[in-house]
């Protein structure tokens, strides 16, 4: 056994049984990836059938439109995705539902929020699963971004058997991919990335992570995200007031590389965010970036193509990061933290002080005094490292500082 990521990313792993169900290739897309028959099996499953005014529909066909032309999905690839969907139609109607039947909802204080928007593979999630540590956090757990809506006869508070749910998904992903966990460690009670909350609306990054789909990426891009964004400020009111947290929870840790792309609008949304802003040589991070979404995609179909994937994804990080040079020029007066990955990697505690002092009143001296205990406590290393490199991809180190140009002149120096 090898002690790196696999990195024959056409052909990856697969599990006997995945194997042989994808050569059966049971089962078809026009059926399986049908807006109206996923909404349908969503209703019947729950029983209801009022869904409110945020997005929905339309991206549901935009997206089951790319995912069905462009997604080159396997048997298996297009039961997860189908599954996904239905899943998530699932929690949006339960969690309309509750909305509606508990307008007390709307009461619940505008949440103050951390906001960790840098690119992917910067260090983002060490920093979020550290400043989750805090007593007075509120984070989202994975579980709980799997089913945020409370299930049939689950009282106010109640999670048990969706915290079992979770877990077991873990387990079905360790067996499914076993190197996932080295790309990106999945834990079903750690902080997980709200994009997740957003994706209730399908108009996040998700879809383009799990999937090659391009054109509802174009879609997508060309959308105002106002209305997503406030439907998961609703999300957090209704987290909120079915589960407050731990201690006296003042504020929310939230993370994920796609509100750099949206970061005018969530700061818009969220008037109080303090965003923090993570950095990292856009050389390593495009290698270790199209590497996580190779493994990612290859879950879901037996054509990959690498080339595309990284060329897509080298893309959509530069229009992150130019996104976010203009929502700090718009929202000059707002607290924005620039953290620098070889100084989270050289000394963690100095960053979580400087945070704790620019986001004062959200942390106290307990809050501070937690985040830095959690910075000792180490979590289980994988048993692999995880292997890339730009040639995987058939790109430079030339080619990609060229697409960051606007980056890298201000931000180069520091890195």
């Not at 067996?175 to 990106?184: F, N, S, T």
């Not at 000792?376 to 058939?394: I, V, W």
Request: hydrophobic share 40%; aromatic share 8%.
């Amino acid at each position: 056994m090898t002690d790196r990521t696999d990195q024959n990313y056409a052909r990856p792993y697969r599990p006997w049984a995945v194997k042989a169900f994808n050569r059966l290739n049971l089962g078809h897309p026009d059926r399986q990836l049908d807006p109206q028959r996923l909404l349908a099996a969503a209703h019947q499953k729950t029983g209801l059938d009022t869904l409110s005014e945020a997005p929905l529909m339309e991206p549901l066909e935009q997206l089951c439109k790319s995912l069905r032309a462009e997604a080159d999905l396997s048997a298996v690839g297009r039961i997860i995705q189908s599954a996904r969907l239905k899943n998530l139609l699932i929690n949006r109607l339960r969690l309309d539902a509750l909305m509606e039947e508990h307008p007390e909802i709307a009461d619940q204080p505008e949440p103050d929020i951390l906001l960790i928007a840098g690119l992917a593979r910067t260090g983002t999630t060490f920093l979020h699963r550290a400043l989750a540590a805090d007593p007075q956090a509120r984070t989202l757990s994975s579980w709980e971004a799997l089913n945020p809506a409370p299930w049939p006869n689950e009282a106010r508070g109640q999670y048990d058997k969706r915290l079992k749910y979770g877990q077991r998904a873990a387990r079905f992903m360790n067996w499914l991919a076993p190197d996932y966990r080295a790309v990106h460690p999945v834990s079903s009670t750690e902080p997980e990335e709200d994009i997740l909350l957003l994706d209730l609306t399908l108009m996040s990054q998700t879809a383009e992570a799990v999937a090659f789909v391009p054109s509802y990426s174009r879609w997508l891009e060309s959308c105002d995200h106002r209305p997503a964004y406030a439907y998961l400020k609703k999300i957090l009111k209704t987290l909120q007031w079915l589960r407050p947290g731990p201690g006296r929870s003042t504020h929310w840790v939230l993370k994920s590389p796609h509100h750099g792309e949206q970061l005018a609008t969530a700061l818009d949304v969220f008037p109080k965010a303090r965003v923090i802003l993570t950095h990292r040589d856009p050389v390593v991070t495009t290698a270790s970036c199209s590497s996580l979404m190779c493994h990612t995609q290859a879950l879901s179909t037996d054509q990959l193509r690498p080339d595309r994937i990284a060329a897509h994804w080298l893309a959509k990080s530069v229009l992150m990061t130019q996104n976010s040079l203009k929502a700090r020029e718009i929202y000059a007066d707002r607290c924005f933290i620039d953290v620098f990955y070889k100084d989270l990697v050289q000394n963690p505690a100095r960053i979580v002080e400087e945070i704790y002092h620019a986001s004062r009143p959200l942390f106290t001296t307990e809050g501070l005094s937690s985040v830095l205990s959690a910075l000792n406590t180490s979590h289980k290393p994988s048993d692999k490292k995880h292997a890339y490199d730009l040639a995987d991809f058939d790109l430079t180190a030339s080619a990609v500082r060229a697409q960051f140009q606007d980056y890298l002149n201000r931000y180069g120096s520091a890195l």
